[in-house]
């Protein structure tokens, strides 16, 4: 299809998509969906949905004409299946499902549906949330960075990603609890301090109670250049996640030649790959963490070993031209397919 003949594209996504104090893999994902999207020529008109406001994309699903493509945010599908249900059988709707949805009922509603991981997948069929026939797996694409320079100690830790409880920052500081005095590391956190107070507020006391509060620094949201100078200075990417369903921090890392630990959660260990710059620990375990982190500061070799592997996985990380594509091509293949029956 030429760039002029394509449909154009409602897509749906969170008030919060540009947002740089609400940054979330979601909304990192949409951005480049839908710039992507733009770089080839295709309209894209995005709905905006704001968080907690009842049947705000139903109203405005009902306001586009018949038959038109809508791409939605799996998290807006979720929160609102009734809206979805009313409107999928005059509209050609694929889900992007960012993660499987505790309700995937508005899932089946779909044309298709896009998921961001192979694990995703599994889950959502799993769950008999989609049709396996109609499910496409789009995995987050990486912007390529320079590669970054090892220290001699390898104690520069860095973990990238919200402060929540679902991110396991607590795991991460009972391990660091459980390292050496006389190792020099210091561990960064990167990522919102809004999002649960709460459990920031306990991290704090934590790492005031373990005596790390020198070695341990909170920085909050970082974007820009500030991000990737925080990325340029970091040995070791931790992702101690206890839920994820990609990981687009650790091809992030990888983009500079990061080595990564990482949980076993969920699609974890799909963006870790099987290249050997990585390392997969079980999820909720702290004291395996810390096993790997003490073997990580010990061990010259084994550093060098995982930093020359993290550098070689630069040249075979997926661009997100190639995600925008697979989204195109799904998206094309709706708007030129007949209308499927929905059987919910």
Same mark, same amino acid.
């Given at each position: 299809?030429?760039?002029?003949?394509?449909?154009?594209?409602?897509?749906?996504?969170?008030?919060?998509?540009?947002? /740089?104090?609400?940054?979330?893999?979601?909304?990192?994902?949409?951005?480049?969906?839908?710039?992507?999207?733009?770089?080839?020529?295709?309209?894209?008109?995005?709905?905006?949905?704001?968080?907690?406001?009842?049947?705000?994309?139903?109203?405005? %699903?009902?306001?586009? /004409?018949?038959?038109?493509?809508?791409?939605?945010?799996? %998290?807006?599908?979720?929160?609102?299946?009734?809206?979805?249900?009313?409107?999928?059988?005059?509209?050609?709707?694929?889900?992007? @499902?960012?993660?499987?949805?505790?309700?995937?009922?508005? #899932?089946?509603?779909?044309?298709?549906?896009?998921?961001?991981?192979?694990?995703? +997948?599994? =889950?959502?069929?799993?769950?008999? #949330?989609?049709?396996?026939?109609?499910?496409?797996?789009?995995?987050?694409?990486?912007?390529?960075?320079?590669?970054?320079?090892?220290?001699?100690?390898?104690?520069?830790?860095?973990?990238?990603?919200?402060?929540?409880?679902?991110?396991?920052?607590?795991? %991460?500081?009972?391990?660091?609890?459980?390292?050496?005095?006389?190792?020099? $590391?210091?561990?960064?956190?990167?990522?919102?301090?809004?999002?649960?107070?709460?459990?920031?507020?306990?991290?704090?006391?934590?790492?005031?109670?373990?005596?790390? &509060?020198? +070695?341990?620094?909170?920085?909050?949201?970082?974007?820009?250049?500030?991000?990737?100078?925080? *990325? @340029?200075?970091?040995?070791? %990417?931790?992702?101690?996640?206890?839920?994820?369903? *990609?990981?687009?921090?650790?091809? =992030? &890392? *990888? @983009?500079?030649?990061?080595?990564?630990?990482?949980?076993? @959660?969920?699609?974890?260990?799909?963006?870790?790959?099987?290249?050997?710059?990585?390392?997969?620990?079980?999820?909720?375990?702290?004291?395996?963490?810390?096993?790997?982190? +003490?073997?990580?500061? &010990?061990?010259?070799?084994?550093?060098?070993?995982?930093?020359?592997?993290?550098? &070689?996985?630069?040249?075979?990380?997926? /661009? $997100?031209?190639?995600?925008?594509?697979?989204?195109?091509?799904?998206?094309?293949?709706?708007?030129?397919?007949?209308?499927? =029956?929905?059987?919910?």
């Amino acid at each position: 299809m030429s760039g002029q003949q394509r449909a154009p594209i409602w897509f749906v996504v969170p008030d919060t998509i540009d947002d /740089p104090a609400r940054v979330s893999g979601g909304n990192v994902y949409d951005q480049h969906v839908r710039d992507g999207l733009a770089r080839q020529g295709r309209r894209v008109e995005l709905i905006r949905i704001a968080d907690g406001q009842d049947r705000q994309a139903a109203a405005a %699903l009902a306001q586009l /004409p018949d038959g038109v493509l809508v791409l939605i945010d799996g %998290l807006i599908a979720e929160r609102e299946p009734t809206g979805l249900a009313e409107n999928s059988t005059r509209l050609r709707v694929v889900v992007l @499902a960012h993660m499987p949805p505790e309700d995937g009922s508005a #899932f089946r509603h779909a044309e298709r549906v896009i998921a961001t991981s192979h694990w995703t +997948r599994s =889950e959502l069929i799993e769950q008999d #949330f989609a049709d396996p026939h109609r499910i496409v797996v789009a995995t987050p694409g990486t912007d390529p960075a320079p590669a970054t320079t090892a220290s001699e100690t390898g104690a520069r830790l860095l973990c990238v990603a919200a402060v929540a409880p679902h991110k396991g920052q607590d795991l %991460l500081i009972s391990a660091l609890a459980g390292l050496p005095d006389d190792d020099q $590391w210091t561990c960064t956190f990167v990522g919102s301090l809004d999002v649960a107070p709460a459990f920031v507020a306990e991290l704090t006391a934590a790492v005031e109670s373990a005596g790390l &509060a020198k +070695r341990v620094t909170f920085t909050g949201v970082l974007t820009g250049r500030r991000l990737a100078d925080e *990325y @340029a200075q970091a040995d070791l %990417l931790v992702a101690p996640s206890r839920a994820e369903s *990609y990981g687009m921090v650790v091809t =992030e &890392a *990888y @983009a500079r030649g990061i080595p990564v630990v990482a949980s076993g @959660a969920g699609g974890l260990p799909e963006a870790v790959g099987s290249g050997g710059a990585g390392i997969i620990v079980l999820a909720e375990d702290a004291w395996a963490l810390g096993v790997v982190l +003490r073997q990580w500061l &010990a061990s010259p070799v084994r550093r060098h070993e995982l930093k020359t592997a993290a550098l &070689a996985a630069r040249d075979g990380l997926q /661009p $997100w031209s190639t995600t925008t594509a697979i989204i195109a091509a799904t998206l094309d293949d709706v708007a030129l397919t007949g209308r499927r =029956e929905v059987i919910v």
